[in-house]
């Protein structure tokens, strides 16, 4: 396997006297699909704030592709292709698809001293990189209040893989998705992975995990409980990893 594009190298976080996360350790490749699983207060949610730069840990480091980094905001994760793509979003509803995918990179004309947006340019960028990943949408001018939360899905991860993302993290990507809407979200991650993003799925979702993930971490309150390839585990073992961590299995 390729060097990994991202080590969490004995991870831990403390808050006061509890223990959120204790010597978590495991590796991301580029282009590969990794599933984030565990119950409830596993860790999953304090993890994924640690790398996307949302808080810092109280011990162990991040190594991505080869070099230490600690953040001290999202904004700084973001600047170096780690995005978070949560559950609700950061898109505005109130513009269209053309608007979101270029909110605060905006092509724009200059000529004696007067500007405006290069529309036609902007619209062709966004139907490609849509394309590139296989992601459908009824109109670039569509206001994404219209859309589906597939489709809002696509737009975020068509503009990520745009802009020159590494790693994206996805928080639960299907939890407010439809049967067919959570097919296409798994057809897009498929894509995502096609183009050598790496990617992290958080979900509860056994059934999920097996579908996309090439290989599943799971945590057990704070620890990880196992590291398996997907090849070479099955539904039981997972459960019992995610709601034991692995005592079942042992007795």
């Excluded at 190298?9 to 006297?17: E, H, L, P, Q």
């Excluded at 704030?49 to 190594?63: D, E, F, N, Y």
């Excluded at 500007?115 to 109109?139: K, N």
């Excluded at 859309?147 to 899905?153: C, F, K, T």
């Amino acid at each position: 396997m390729t060097r990994p594009l991202l080590s969490i190298d004995n991870v831990t976080k403390r808050y006061g006297a509890v223990t959120a996360l204790a010597g978590v350790s495991f590796d991301v490749h580029p282009g590969e699909v990794l599933a984030l699983l565990g119950d409830n207060g596993a860790g999953k949610s304090t993890l994924i704030k640690i790398i996307a730069g949302a808080q810092p840990p109280t011990s162990g480091r991040l190594v991505l592709d080869g070099r230490e980094v600690a953040f001290t905001s999202p904004a700084e994760a973001k600047a170096i292709g780690i995005e978070t793509v949560y559950q609700d979003l950061s898109l505005c509803p109130n513009v269209d698809v053309v608007a979101n995918f270029f909110m605060g990179r905006e092509l724009v004309r200059r000529f004696v001293g007067l500007s405006w947006l290069r529309e036609r340019a902007m619209e062709r960028e966004t139907g490609e990189a849509l394309a590139a990943i296989g992601a459908r949408v009824p109109s670039l001018r569509a206001k994404v209040e219209t859309l589906s939360g597939g489709q809002r899905q696509a737009i975020e991860l068509a503009r990520f893989v745009h802009w020159g993302g590494r790693l994206v993290l996805l928080d639960e990507p299907f939890a407010a998705l439809g049967v067919t809407q959570t097919r296409r979200g798994l057809e897009l991650i498929e894509q995502v992975r096609a183009r050598g993003v790496a990617v992290v799925v958080i979900t509860h979702n056994v059934l999920h995990a097996f579908q996309v993930a090439d290989r599943m971490v799971v945590l057990h309150q704070g620890r990880v409980a196992g590291v398996r390839p997907r090849a070479e585990t099955g539904h039981e073992e997972i459960v019992a990893l995610i709601t034991t961590g692995g005592a079942a299995l042992a007795a």
